[in-house]
């Protein structure tokens, strides 16, 4: 069966008209067409879900949040409205290839076992396009150890079956920043990530309102979601890498906190400290 018969597309947007309208025509012109396009309007200011409900018409789902309610909350809603039996997630300032679904369905029909894959992706920041560090290298397999130090999934390059997203828990609604990093650790540590090695998507950074720039410290929400792992059973490898990149983080947050002269942190910071180290 072809996939993309089966593949819902969520695309979570707040203030973003033009950027938004760049990914859902990406969208709508794939050489495979999915069977759905949900656009999750995340209580935008700027008259989005008006001109997107003008432009596009019955071609796209549009659900509008009366408040902004975060990404993670959107990308959920659209997972609970999705009618395929495969995800696909979009950011709203990413873009695809035309040919992006058409490889990655051809992929996973030459590995049924896999449940997620992602592809490669071509960075542009501030205009110029950018190499990705060695740090940010895709990789394949059981990659749990591997996604610990910090996010090498990107979300606009994945598809997922759905049952699989529902099984390890949707996108944590408490967290403003890194959903996507606690959602793969969950993931990764019990499917095998499958890797398309051809870049299908464009990432599009150094604007303003991107998550990375608004939020500090965003080690304090890696670490919170590597707390939900802590007492899983893990193998002996796992857990001792885990334990690791646990214990380096709270330390950079100690120092951080020190520097800023925020004694509270620093305690707090330390009393876990102390538990992951007794």
Known sequence: MNKSTQISVIIPTFNRTIFVQRAIDSVLNQTSPPLETIVID???SDGSYNELALKYGDSISLIQNRENKGVSY???QGVNAAQGQWIAFLDSDDVWDRHKLEKQIEFHQENPHLRISQCEEIWIRNGKRVNPK??????????FKDSLPLCIISPSAVIMEKRLFNEVG???EALPACEDYDLWL?????EEVGLLNEPLITRYAGHEDQLSSKHWGMDRFRVYAMEKHLGADLPHDWKQALHQEYIQKCKVLILG?????NTEMVAFYNEKLSLIET
């Open 257 to 261: 906190a020190e520097k800023r002269g």
């Open 186 to 190: 969950r993931i990764t540590q019990k």
């Open 170 to 172: 949707q996108f944590d």
């Open 134 to 143: 060695h740090k940010h290298a895709k990789k394949s397999g059981q990659i």
């Open 42 to 44: 995340d209580g935008s």
């Open 74 to 76: 959107s990308r959920n």
